[in-house]
């Protein structure tokens, strides 16, 4: 059992991943930001802004056996209508954040001696999709970010990355706000459903777990068969 990091624990896939590591006998150290939730004994919360030009990380233990990094965002709409502020709102969020995040956290991840970073990516990196160049820009670079990083900390820390088609969390909620919405969304996966935060958190506490330890630097497609397969 270990300490583990997600930022962005209060809804949607961090949340479900803090839950499932808490059930596990972990304990877990939460971050909100626009959702606030109070701390129970094995799930302590804390306010973050990624964005903050200068976080207070005093409240990391000494030793870390995981971080999950969970903020985004779904910002679709033609390209033709975005600034190039746009897209760096978006890098600053999921990128930028991520960094600042596993900087502070690695004395405490290398403490560990075995630990795992788990980054998020989305289906529309590998699939070119009609007005995700926004978020597939910044979920790009995230992955770049997996396959560099992962090599740079082996052996003694994992670095991996998921990348899900829709899922129905609050961040997708108006894809998903009718049932002709959802039901059209599932049609479009070979699996014939959108996917749920607790399909995603299963792969995640995975690859944090010993039974992933000789997994690194991966993109793993949690999507359905969407990136994969032609129906």
Known sequence: ?????????????????????????????????????????????HLLNVLDETIDFSFLPETLQGVVYCPGSINLKPFARMQASDFTQDFNLQVGGAIKVI????????????????????IA???????????????????GLTKALS??????????CIAPSLTNTPLAASLLNTEQKVEANAQRHPLKR??????????????????????????????????????
Request: aromatic share 6%; hydrophobic share 45%; glycine share 10%.
């Open 194 to 231: 959108v996917g749920t935060p607790a399909d995603i958190s299963q792969m995640a506490c995975f690859l944090l777990s010993d039974k992933a330890s000789w997994i690194t630097g991966q993109i793993l497609h949690v999507d359905g068969g969407m990136s994969t397969i032609k129906m």
């Open 151 to 160: 090599a740079e900390l082996a052996p003694t820390i994992r670095v991996n």
């Open 125 to 143: 990196v590998q699939l070119g999709l009609n007005f995700h160049t926004q978020v597939a820009a910044s979920k790009g670079a995230i992955e």
């Open 103 to 122: 900087q502070a956290a690695m004395p405490a991840l290398k403490n560990s001696g075995n630990a795992s970073i788990i980054l998020f990516s989305t």
């Open 1 to 45: 059992m270990g300490n583990y990091l997600v930022i962005g624990a209060s809804s949607g896939i961090g949340n479900a991943i803090a839950n499932q590591l808490v059930k596990e006998g972990n304990q877990v150290i939460g971050t909100y930001h626009a959702h606030p939730f109070d701390s129970t004994q094995n799930f302590n919360a």
